[in-house]
Structure formats: structure tokens, C-alpha cells
């Protein structure tokens, strides 16, 4: 019987039967079913109704388990006794019923023997429990007949403990008390028939377990109860000493706990510092991360459990998501592909239904069943990110290709790179067959930077660019970024239609002969560089004879910056000159920075740079070994830009650079071109045209004379050419700089209410406001600006004022008031 939907496991089983819901990394069907076959049932009839496709799919024709099955849909709901019947040709001798979502291991011959003895028309398996107000209670005679049924009765009604337990023995016969056409139930109809007429209906009170797993405390229940040993069934995996199973291809680090009894499925891993407690099941392919600590959790397949995660008494479904920090209660359960945000809080009691979002930080003290903000937006800021092959697999980065190409013509040409990585090479593989499958040429530079891919996309026949790469700062994370055909990122409308049709699967597939082609262009570095060699006064450069300190962070700009410095002339103290995924995972540009000051003094160089391993950010270190902060870099270059640019020079900076850049430019004639924060539109600007250069404020240059987008090697080549031309040493320009004072905050704000904060502040703002992103209101001596993130529950705050405690007291106001209006 494996018709039931399972309502009281809601949201377990929303969207899979019960008897398909794992009991010790197994359905529970499959344990029923290696009951049967054990005690020589070779024969089984499988009545199905709701995702009846997932128990067939699973099963097949039961070959695999030692049996034959058949499966008998029911189209409308029929009861227990008319489900049987629908099956009623495939029953034409003495059988067995029993329930496909129960835990059991009653000794079912026994009850066909006591059958035969008796020489019963029906047998009903009994099992003593505590608490019989859920069940029916039946009442026997000595011999085992049956004298009275009770359903679901009051303790002034109990006068048995023995309840049905599903488990019954039945003859053809009785299939002449169910009538055919409607919904009939054995306990509420069949039996009580028989019983009237005086048919030898008997009862039979079974030994051994028996556990209905009709509740989420059951099933958790049933889980340490297999696992303590009270129930015989077959737990997959190498029993260790200690209670501990370990499935095939299951990764322990030594440096984790492992309390028994627990459960470790195949091909899951634990880092060193992880916790799993008593009565812990992980699945298949669960990665749980250092010091993260479970206790009697049942986590399903393909989960992640994050950094010091924290879970009690808690039920993860399949393809669930937990971030660091993440806390669940006892009694939590979270549906599949749930994904909880980093040091989220579900109080005792919540359920999660699946496909839902628990943003970061939020406490949850009711159940989400609607509401919710919704499925996570595939792109995020930079593209579409998240931990390899957990977020972005190889499955889900071959469709969103796919999706990104179905936007372009059919035989258009796309640039593809990566970096060094094992991860990128792996998504890029599936990116590429993506693009080909849907009828899309592939340009493959293999592994290169950033700036090099937006070059070939820009310039060569390229209508578009995708480069995989890790995220900076986090070894598990990659990110596919999409580059336009003017090789900066694509839009935020283009995002949204490729997230359209990569929901909707709507994707183009072409027929065999329009199958796209892979190339690998020839010489793509040499004509990157001879363009930036002519995009700026590289004789100037040569003519002066630099000497230079440049750490290239065991990145791909290793494969650049060689060509680069060679025709430039400089004299180059070469730090970390190769590429290297270990190298660049562990990138540190503070401690490179550090490094390279060192070094500058060391060797009396006059410049020294780090370019960020992906090419795109640069820190800068002057002659005296001093690393510029991200401001002063972008400062000292506008110094540099507007003082040796001719009269109508412009130059673009998001909203958060301090009013002192503007006072900078104004002081040569120089304009300054207010963008919004993002990224994006400094490139945007740079495209428009006009301008002599773009920066933000984490180390990113735009020359736009080159290329549209950031490219730390045309940022390092320009501020030669600009100390060359102005023949001074950047310390000195440093020196120059005014005074400023930039401070940040960030106020966790929920998603609902972040409209409300912005309106709030544009009304009760008593200064000029400005309203080109967030709201930026306007002091005598500098300015506050507040600005929600785009991805995450949080309102950020910048202030600027005339000295630092006075920003700091400016930013400290507007956070305290944003935080009012939450209260």
C-alpha cells in the first residue's frame, strides 16, 4: 500500500510519497520490500496514487530487490480496501497486505501460518502500543477472533492495547464485501461486514517493531530506534567500532567527532572540527563543515551544512542549503532545497516548506509555508555565484549557458576563460557544451584574465563572454560572469531574461549539423598588449626606465604582465610570477601589499603593485614602501589624470568617493561624473564615451582609452605614464592629498522593510538630498549616504564629515535612526 500522500510529514513530503521518504538513507517502501522478499514473497502489488512516477522510477519492475513488482494506479482516491481491489487482478490466490510506509520487522510468516491454521478469510496483524487513541483498537478472543472493533476511541473506551497495525492476510473472497466504484475502508466497512456475517476473521498480536511514521517525531524516532538496534533492518554502510556506519566513498577528516550510533552516507564528507552527535544520519553527498555540531538530526541527500552550524532535534530535506552560523531549534524541519541565510535563527517548532529562503540573520518563529521573498535570484552581483558544485554544478551551469545563449542569434560566437582552478575547469567544460548545444560558436582562451576575455569580446568577433572563476576570498565559491559584446557585464534586463528562460527551461536546441564549433584563438595575448601599448605614451615610459616591484598573486595575469613590462622597459622585481590555484586561493591582498612595500624599500624601486590574482584590482605602493588605501589610490590618480589632461577632462566615481575627488579635479578644470555604486555602471560610463577614466573604491581602474571595464595592468601602465609625464614620485603625491574622513556601517534591515527606510529618510531629510542611488543627503561639511543591498537584509551607511569623529557621530546618527524605524 504506497498510495498516501503523508500530510502529517508536510513539508517532507511535499513533493514525494511517504513511502519514498528515507529511513536511514533508504525509503522506507525499500525496507517493507526486503522484508518481504526475506520471508519469500517474490510476487508484489504495489498500489500507487500520489507522484506515483517516483515509486515506479525507483523500483522498476523489482528486479534489482530479488522480486516482481507491479504497480496499480489509483486515479481517484479509493480507501484501503478499494485500493486493493483496483489491484483485484493481479490477486487471485491467498495474500498479504501490508502498509509501504511503516517501519517494521514482524515476523510476517508467522502471520501467514497463523492464517492457515485458523483457516481465516481475513487475518489482522495487532501490535501492543501506549498511546492507542490513534489507531483502531480490535478485541480478541483467546483463540484470536475477533469480537469488536474500535476507531479511534477515548481512554473511557480503551479496553485493549492492541491496535491494526496495516499488516493483513486475506483471501480472494473478500473481495465480494468491497464494492467496486467508491471509496471503501477495511477497518471502517470490510471488516466490520465480516464480522457480522460471522466470517472467521481473526487477529493476530505480532512480535517484534512496528512503527507507523505518521509524524515527524516518529520518523525521528524511527531513525534512532534503527540505529539503536530495536528494529532489524539493513542500515547501508561499514559498521565501525562505536555505532558508526560509513557509507561508500564517506570522507571523515580524523579532526572530526563522530558520537554513536550515527550514520555517515556515501560520498558524504566532514571537515575537521565537525560535531556529529548521537542519533545524527547524513545522506548521500552531505558536506558538513568545520566545527559545525549536530545532534539527532536526519540531514537528506546532497545537503550543505555550513561553518559552525548549529542543529537540534532537526530534519534537512534534500538539496537544503544551510550557511555559516546558521542555528535550528529542536523540532525544526526544513523542506528540500530550502536555503537558509548565514547566522539565521529557526526557533523549536519551525517548518521550512521547500524551495524557500531564510534570509541571513533572521530569526524565524513561525512556520513558512507561503511566505517568503521568494527563490534566491540566479545572478547575484557579479553573476551567478555560489559553492561549486553544492550551488553551481555542472548540471545548473550547462543550462544557464544554454539559457545565455538562446538570447543570441543561432552560429554567434562566445569567449569563454577561466582561472586556474579545478572547479572553473570543471564548469567551464559544461559552460562550453551548454553554448554549443544550442547552436552557439565558443572562442576558448582557456586560462586567462579577466581583462583579457573583455579584450577578445571586445575586439575580435565575439557577441559575448563567460569566465568561470573562484570568488575572491573563498576557495569553495566559483562565479560565471557574463560579459556583452562590448565585453563589459551584460545588463541587469539581460540577467533577468536569461533567468527567465533558465526557469522556464526554455532554451534553444539546434539540430546535430548547427551543433556550435570550439576554437582556440591564436595570439590573443600578443594583440591584448600591442592594443594597450597604443592606447597610452609607452615611449615616455620606456624613456624614463622605471624600476618596479609587481606581485602578480600567482594569478593569470602572470601570463600578461611579462610582454607588458618587457616592452614598457622597466626594470621588474618579479614576486609570485606564475599561476597558482593554492597560491590564489590563499590570497591575502593586505599581507601582498605588506610584502611588497618591503621589498620597494629594500630595492629603492620606485613603484611598487599587486594585481588581485583575477586581474581586475590593484593595490598601489609608492617609492617609500607605503600601501595606498583604496581611497588614496583613487585620489592620487585623479590628482594625476586631471593634472595632465587637456581642458574638458571627466572623470567617474561612485557616490561613496569622498567630495574631496571633486575638489581635486575642479582645481584643473577637471569634472567629476557621479555613478552609482555598483560597478556596473562605472563601466556604463566608461562605454558612453568622453571619459579619461573611471575608478572604485576597491582598487578598480577604468582607462577607458583601452578598454570599457577594470584591468589592473592598464591601471599599472597609466600611472607610469603619468609619474613619467608629470616627472614626479607618486609618495609625493600622496603627500599632497587633502584630509579625508569616510566612515561605514551597515544595518540589518529586512527585505519588507527596506522601501519604507529609504522613503522615510528622503522625508525627513532637513539637507539637500540626492536620489541617483540610495539617498544621499547633503551637510555643510560632508555628506551621509544610505543605500540598500541588493543581495542581502542590510542598509548600508557611509558618512563623510570635516574630521573623523565627526563621521564616525554622522554615520552612528543615521544608523541609530535607521534602526528607529525598524523598532
Not at 203 to 230: F, I, P, Q, S
Request: charged share 25%; net charge negative.
Amino acid at each position: 500500500m504506497a498510495g498516501g500522500e503523508g500530510t502529517r510529514l508536510r513539508p517532507l513530503t511535499s513533493n514525494q510519497p511517504k513511502p519514498m521518504m528515507p529511513l536511514v538513507n533508504r525509503p522506507m517502501m525499500e525496507h517493507i520490500v526486503t522484508l518481504l522478499q526475506r520471508h519469500g514473497f517474490d510476487d508484489i502489488v504495489v498500489t500507487v496514487a500520489f507522484l506515483a512516477n517516483n515509486i515506479r522510477s525507483y523500483f522498476g519492475d523489482g528486479s534489482e530487490f530479488g522480486v516482481r513488482m507491479v504497480y496499480a494506479t489509483e486515479e481517484t482516491p479509493l480507501g484501503t480496501a478499494g485500493s486493493v481491489r483496483n489491484a483485484m487482478d493481479e490477486l487471485d490466490e491467498r495474500f498479504l497486505v501490508i502498509s509501504g510506509d511503516v517501519l517494521t520487522d514482524i515476523d510476517v510468516s508467522e502471520v501467514m501460518a497463523f492464517h492457515h491454521e485458523r483457516g481465516a478469510l481475513a487475518t489482522i496483524g495487532l501490535t501492543a502500543v501506549d498511546n492507542p487513541l490513534e489507531f483502531g483498537i480490535v478485541i480478541t478472543a483467546e483463540d484470536g477472533s475477533i469480537e469488536r472493533f474500535l476507531e479511534k476511541p477515548t481512554w473511557g473506551q480503551v479496553f485493549s492495547d492492541t491496535v491494526n497495525n496495516g499488516i493483513f492476510v486475506l483471501e480472494p473472497e473478500v473481495f465480494d464485501y468491497i464494492p467496486p466504484g467508491r471509496p471503501v475502508d477495511f477497518s471502517a466497512e470490510v471488516f466490520p461486514a465480516l464480522l457480522a456475517e460471522r466470517k472467521p476473521l481473526y487477529g493476530y498480536v505480532c512480535d517484534g517493531y512496528w512503527e507507523d511514521v505518521g509524524t515527524l517525531d516518529a520518523y525521528m524516532r524511527a531513525h534512532a530506534d534503527a540505529l539503536d538496534g530495536k528494529v532489524d533492518v539493513d542500515v547501508p554502510g561499514f559498521r565501525l567500532e562505536g555505532g558508526v556506519w560509513l557509507g561508500e566513498g564517506a570522507v571523515v577528516d580524523p579532526g572530526a567527532e563522530i558520537v554513536g550510533p550515527a550514520l555517515v552516507g556515501g560520498n558524504s564528507r566532514v571537515q575537521a572540527g565537525a560535531r556529529l552527535g548521537r542519533h545524527t544520519v547524513l545522506g548521500a553527498n552531505v558536506m558538513v563543515r568545520a566545527e559545525a555540531d549536530l545532534e539527532r538530526v536526519v540531514v537528506h541527500d546532497k545537503a550543505y551544512v555550513g561553518v559552525g552550524v548549529q542543529a537540534r532535534g532537526t530534519v534537512v530535506g534534500r538539496s537544503s542549503d544551510l550557511r555559516a552560523g546558521v542555528r535550528c531549534e529542536d523540532g525544526v524541519v526544513l523542506g528540500d532545497e530550502t536555503f537558509v541565510g548565514e547566522q539565521a535563527v529557526l526557533t523549536a517548532g519551525v517548518k521550512v516548506y521547500p524551495h524557500k529562503t531564510v534570509e541571513a540573520g533572521a530569526v524565524v518563529n513561525s512556520s513558512l509555508v507561503w511566505e517568503s521573498r521568494g527563490t534566491r535570484s540566479l545572478f547575484g552581483r557579479h553573476g551567478v555565484a555560489g559553492l561549486a558544485n553544492v550551488d553551481v554544478t555542472p548540471e545548473l551551469a550547462s543550462r544557464v549557458a544554454m539559457a545565455y545563449a538562446t538570447t543570441l542569434r543561432k552560429g554567434a560566437t562566445v569567449t569563454t576563460s577561466r582561472d586556474s582552478s579545478r572547479s572553473a575547469r570543471m564548469l567551464k567544460r559544461a559552460v562550453m557544451a551548454g553554448l554549443n548545444a544550442a547552436g552557439i560558436n565558443v572562442d576558448d582562451l582557456e586560462v586567462a584574465p579577466v581583462p583579457v576575455t573583455r579584450f577578445q569580446v571586445r575586439s575580435q568577433r565575439s557577441q559575448g563572454g563567460i569566465s568561470v572563476r573562484l570568488v575572491a576570498g573563498d576557495a569553495q565559491s566559483v562565479v560565471l560572469r557574463f560579459f556583452d559584446d562590448d565585453g563589459i557585464d551584460i545588463s541587469t534586463d539581460l540577467s533577468r531574461k536569461i533567468e527567465r528562460l533558465y526557469y522556464r527551461e526554455d532554451f534553444r536546441r539546434v539540430f546535430p549539423g548547427e551543433i556550435g564549433d570550439i576554437d582556440f584563438p591564436p595570439r590573443s595575448l600578443e594583440f591584448y598588449t600591442a592594443s594597450l601599448m597604443a592606447s597610452f605614451d609607452a615611449a615616455r615610459v620606456r624613456a624614463h626606465g622605471f624600476k618596479v616591484v609587481a606581485d602578480y598573486a600567482y594569478g593569470t595575469t602572470s601570463f600578461v604582465m611579462p610582454n607588458v613590462l618587457a616592452k614598457l622597459g622597466t626594470e621588474v622585481l618579479a614576486v609570485n610570477p606564475y599561476a597558482s590555484t593554492p597560491g590564489a586561493i590563499a590570497f591575502d591582498r593586505d599581507t601582498h601589499a605588506a610584502g611588497v612595500g618591503a621589498l620597494v624599500r629594500s630595492s629603492g624601486s620606485e613603484l611598487g603593485v599587486v594585481i588581485d590574482p583575477d586581474g581586475e584590482h590593484v593595490s598601489f605602493i609608492d617609492d617609500t614602501g607605503h600601501v595606498l588605501t583604496d581611497l588614496e589610490a583613487t585620489l592620487a590618480m585623479v590628482e594625476l589624470v586631471a593634472a595632465t589632461a587637456d581642458d574638458g577632462c571627466r572623470i567617474a566615481l561612485p557616490l561613496t568617493v569622498s567630495a574631496e575627488a571633486e575638489r581635486i579635479a575642479r582645481s584643473h578644470g577637471a569634472e567629476v561624473v557621479w555613478t552609482k555604486v555598483a560597478s556596473s555602471a562605472l563601466m556604463e560610463a566608461a562605454l558612453d564615451g568622453g571619459l579619461s577614466l573611471a575608478a572604485s573604491l576597491d582598487g578598480g581602474f577604468v582607462v577607458p582609452a583601452f578598454l570599457p571595464a577594470f584591468d589592473a595592468v592598464a591601471a599599472f601602465a597609466k600611472m607610469l605614464e603619468l609619474l613619467a609625464r608629470t616627472g614626479t614620485r607618486l609618495s609625493k603625491v600622496v603627500a599632497m592629498l587633502p584630509p579625508t574622513h569616510v566612515v561605514r556601517r551597515a544595518v540589518r534591515t529586512p527585505w519588507e522593510h527596506k522601501g519604507a527606510v529609504m522613503r522615510t529618510l528622503v522625508e525627513e531629510a532637513d539637507h539637500p538630498v540626492v536620489l541617483l542611488d540610495g539617498v544621499k543627503v547633503l551637510h555643510d561639511d560632508g555628506w551621509a549616504l544610505a543605500l540598500p543591498d541588493p543581495e542581502e537584509p542590510l542598509t548600508h551607511v557611509w558618512a563623510e564629515a570635516a574630521t573623523g569623529a565627526e563621521a564616525e557621530r554622522r554615520a552612528d546618527r543615521y544608523a541609530e535612526r535607521i534602526g528607529a524605524m525598524l523598532a
